[in-house]
């Protein structure tokens, strides 16, 4: 099936400024609330947010094979479990619907009113029901960075990190779309040259520049999901920003991994952006040496060209602008995690997200955490408004920006940008 | 609101053998789909399923204030939520019900056609949506002879560990009921003295003994639940047997834990016993020294004293027991675990799950797994039948049982049993 939502020489009627991360080729798909607390599946074409339950409503999706509420529901699970060609036809149709010659939705001015929003009129929603979080380790700078400053300089990868995308589980219940305040966490840490472990709240809490994709049902328990078939699996992807407190984490990380230094809190961007619609982009990945095992080896480019960067705004000043990286550095791609996440059977569904881990690139400026960036403290970064940072304070707001481009489009993801509150007020 | 369905005098008009798990003190609560293919809310007393959709709607709950739908559904969750008070009115209606003296259902033939099901004649379903799943790893002779074995024996425990309740997340989508068989997983694995890892069936595929508790809706994000509070926000529990690869957990799990060594398969027992109907049973845990941070620290019994005991069944021979050991040997305890889980304020939701880890005794008969059984390997286990075992074999099944005893009454989980079946026949 063609997949000419993506054509670039099309148009919407809708107006779309000129370096909108949402022109009509991207059709990116999310969940919102409007002010009349309408809750809706939606798309987003310029700054319109789009209602695409009231589409359905009236008939805009017909001769389309959907369940008659798929888009008046609260989560994309039931859509995403659909399947490829499904999102195809729907995103084709979207594109049809909006294109600058298409007078059906256009002049009708009473439609119109019930199904195109201000984008600033409503609250973007998580976009699906997260079953299962699973974060990989997939930049090979930024496990090359940790283990230097953590580990041995000298053997700074661990021996395992070259032959396997390394993963752990995260945990789904905290995971939040942009805009949700983040409370700094307490816990337990060990202050330098102590033997004995205190209790208070972190003074270390950090970003992690990442993205995740959200897969759909990919197999039954017991079945592998082959590399070269992977990619059917991947319904789209989000900017992902992967809090973390790194005082609680290097006390409580051994021997079973990072634990309430990661599950405080994890905010993405809520516009899922489609593979279909990052084809475009689609580049070569780093060459991988040793020769992957035969059940992660692929050929062709699985890599997406995607500029990444991050901003800390404090509470009452401009931001500055911290890292510049960009989705193409990450040594194992998206179908290989995939492939190697169902190896031994483990079942994937509608909605599980899976973040690629913290994407630094080789210079840096590049990397993708202010431990790596003030190089574990000890190089502070200078903010605009003269003030430093050696990790986020209390009250900076994080924001986490991307987008594809060449010369004829760009396609971006919008943001994900959380602000970090003081820890709460505890008596224990 | 007293709790008098523990009455240990109380007799049902249904058979209760003499040694069952399930007396009318017990009333657990799962889900079991019938030969009609109904699925349905139960409980169990004896060897009887009793269908509690089918009572809710012949008016036998009338007077609690339950949604109209609330046992006609396909997991707890929603009943969970509703909280600890509803939970034993609910179980005290229950024992009522079945009570020997109360005729309402016990002279109601057609009733009792309706609502009672031979235990033989239903299937047992997952009793909960598992959101997030978390596993500790609280048991400190465990996590010692893991020490001794892998890392440095004149320093087993890390040095974490007698200050945290060390816990990782897991993957909730492979957790399945008794009965459902486990193929033998696929994975990368680093053979001795090798420096290239090889793709193959896992060659070290080892039960844990574990037990795990399901919480309810326990925090908003940010804010922790204290130690003191901690037990109102816990159902249940059932047993379980974590399922574990040890040749690729060895490979993987450094620097960011277990991950494809276990999320091929986690089985749980099907029947949750209440926080309720273990209370008879509450007992000392082992004395904590250094005494724990004061958000850890508390006073009482909060251990439960819980008999374990692990069968390993060759395909057409005996079983024969290999492992007897008591949840009560738990260094950390579920209130704990739970109160350091939200202490960062992570979210805990109804049906969550929270496995205790590897429970193991002081003596080499206690142990949880085969990897301490045999300590590593070295020292087989004879089995009835002459065979030996150092780790499961292809159609062992792997039986954990679990009760609680006093001089007048026995509650018990039945079992969690699991067939572990060949690796499948892959390409790859």
Redesign the interface.
Known sequence: MPNYANDPSRTSWLHVSENSDFPIQNIPFGVFITKDDVITIGTRIGDYAIDMGALQQLGYFEGIELTDDMFMQDTLNDFISDGKKTWRLVRNRLSDIFLDSNPVLRDNASHKDIVIFNIADVEMLLPVQI??Y?DF?SSKEHATNVGKMFRDPENAL???WL??P?????????I?PSGIP??R????T?PNGE?????GPSKLVDFELETAFITTDANL????V?VKDAEDYIFGMVLFNDWS?RD?QK??????????AK???SSISPWIVTMDALEPFRCASPEQS?EP???LKQTGNHAFDINLEVAIKPETTEETIVSRSNFKYMYWTMSQQLA??T???????SG?MMGSGTISGPTEDSFGSMLELTWGGQKPLKMKDGTERKFINDNDTVIIRGYCQNEGLRIGFGEVSSKLLPA?D?K?
Chains 1, 2 share one sequence.
């Open positions: 079953g299962d699973t380790y661990l021996p395992n032959h396997i390394v993963g752990y589980h995260g945990r789904s219940s905290t939040v983040v409370h966490p307490y816990g337990q060990l033997t004995q472990p205190v209790f328990m017991g079945e592998p082959s407190a609680i006390w409580e990380y051994v021997p079973l991994g990072p634990f309430l599950n405080f809190a040793p095992l035969p059940y190697h996440h190896v031994n059977g483990c079942r994937v569904n599980d709460i505890i224990i």
